[in-house]
């Protein structure tokens, strides 16, 4: 199963599911226990500094509509990513 990451007010935002529980390595991961669903916010590539790297979040909340409201109320001085939760 892929997600395809979308782009929302300059930024990128990706769906992700991951394990409930960090996979041991040397394991495989054990399905039973659950996996958690997060959104990643990403800067675009454009959007980095000359030598920087991409700067990016995770919302635990995981709905993309939760973060298009986020990156719609952020205030004009900040940006979504630096914002607290």
Do not use: W
Not at 16 to 42: K, M, W
Not at 44 to 58: D, F, N, T, Y
């Amino acid at each position: 199963m892929s997600f395809a990451f979308r782009f929302y007010g300059g930024l990128e935002i990706h769906p992700l599911v991951c394990p409930h529980r960090p996979t041991e390595p040397g394991f495989e991961h054990n399905s039973d226990e659950g996996f958690d669903a997060v959104v990643r916010i990403q800067e675009c590539p454009e959007m980095r500094e000359p030598g920087g790297q991409l700067r990016s979040r995770v919302s635990g909340r995981a709905s993309v509509s939760y973060v298009e409201h986020l990156i719609d109320t952020c205030l004009p001085n900040q940006t979504v990513i630096d914002m607290k939760s």
